[in-house]
């Protein structure tokens, strides 16, 4: 989502003439869009503004914006910290940067801004214009915030209650990215599942979202991310069977195997109800594949809650997946359970993420010999070579000479490695959906 919320911020910029700039020398202004999810991002922010503090530049201190959720949760204690930043502002207020800079310029005041102006927000992104070419797969921010609450997360304090994007103004978005050349489109939110938005006695949810935009015809593909096991309706359940722009890939974040340690999380959700949940989606399609984040050494973990994690590993044959070690977040409920020590936590990461990497290759070579359909993204700096994602979001590499980005092609896959697969051009499919 910082990617997304990035690139609006310079779409905003770049409506009242600023230009973005490729390298930090002797540019106007900077902003840091900033993450807060875990303890590591918020120390690399004062590593680099010392960084770029030393600099060599020919113009004066360029005017120093903190943005995202770091901005959000120390705002105050930033400006104590360091007098570099000029400027704080927070993920749901950033639509007023242009003003912000300008009230800056005149007044030389340090200012922060921290409000939760969602709709607001939305309605000036909504007249924006777009300040750059737009990628084949591209996000689109469609929910934000969460009433959740697990136990280890800062997002509904960063990000705010639980947000939906208005129906018209997401398709409206959808269709000015297909203008722009967009094949691809990424539904975006911290809960994207909970998608839900009332218009008189309309009520739209995620799947009927999905639906409109499948009938934007150069729309190849429709992804979400990221959703909570909790919020799947039969409705999208369904859309996996019926709706075939919806890609079988579905990430759904489990966290932790153990039913103990998901109480401790507050993840209102059971492993069975996690397994339960997968049967129906594979009853549903029986192609689709999962993957999902893992927390690992949260506070009472034992071995044989890690074991259990392995087992639902195991057990759901997840394809790709992100892990991390749980880091204490200040402001959160778990904050001051007694922590797991680091050697253990790398221990278990380790091996987490070995069977996950077993599990991945085993995957990925199951497809050697086989056509998959791959969006082709971009060239790469290889002469006539392409790279593009199957279905299941495999990165893809292959030779051809008569391709272009935005196209669907049939690889034969010939190869991989832990990570991507390689294959050869065996037709073009595009035709497919005409
Ligand atoms: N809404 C999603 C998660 C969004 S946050 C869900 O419910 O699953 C993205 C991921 O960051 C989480 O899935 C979690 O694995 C990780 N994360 C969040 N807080 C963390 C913390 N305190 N320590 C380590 N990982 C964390
Ligand atoms: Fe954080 Fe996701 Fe839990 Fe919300 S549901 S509190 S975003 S981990």
Known sequence: MNEYDSDKMSDLMQSVNFIRSETLADVDCIIFNTCHIREKATEKVYSDIGKIKKLNRSKKKPIFVLAGCIAQAQGEEIFRRTNYV????????????????????????????????????????????????????????????????????????????????????????????????????????????????????????????????????????????????????????????????????????????????????????????????????????????????????????????????????????FINSYSFIYSQRPGTPAVDRDQISLDICKDRLLRLQNLLGDIQLKNSKRLIGKKTQILIENKTKNPDQFFGRSKFMHPTFFNSQNCNPGDLVDIEISSCNSKNLFGVLHKKTEEAFA
């Not at 940067?97 to 909504?126: A, G, Q, V």
């Open 86 to 317: 000029d400027l704080i502002v927070g993920p749901q207020s950033y639509h007023r940067l242009p003003e912000l800079i300008k009230n800056f310029s005149e007044r030389r005041e340090n200012y922060s801004e921290t409000n939760f102006e969602l709709i607001e927000k939305f309605d000036t992104l909504d007249n924006l214009k777009f300040s750059r070419k737009s990628k084949i797969s591209e996000f689109l921010t469609i929910q934000e915030g969460c009433d959740k609450f697990c136990s280890f997360c800062v997002v509904p304090y960063t990000r705010g209650a639980e947000f939906s994007r208005s129906f018209s103004s997401i398709i409206n978005e959808a269709k000015k990215l297909s203008d722009n050349g967009v094949k691809e489109i990424v539904l975006l939110g911290q809960n994207v599942s909970a998608y839900k938005f009332v218009d008189g006695n309309k009520s739209y949810n995620l799947a009927k979202l999905i639906n409109e935009i499948a009938k934007i015809n150069s729309i190849h593909r429709i992804r979400f991310t990221t959703s909570h096991p909790n919020d799947m309706d039969q409705e999208l359940i369904e859309a996996f069977k019926y709706q075939k722009k919806l890609m079988p890939q579905l990430h759904l974040p489990i966290q932790s195997g153990s039913n103990k340690i998901l109480k401790f999380m507050n993840r209102k959700h059971t492993r069975e109800y996690y397994l339960d949940l997968i049967a129906k989606f594979k009853e549903a399609n029986s192609e689709i594949e999962f993957s999902s984040d893992f927390i690992i050494g949260f506070p009472g973990e034992t071995e044989e809650d890690f074991q259990c994690t392995l087992d639902i590993i195991n057990k759901v044959n």
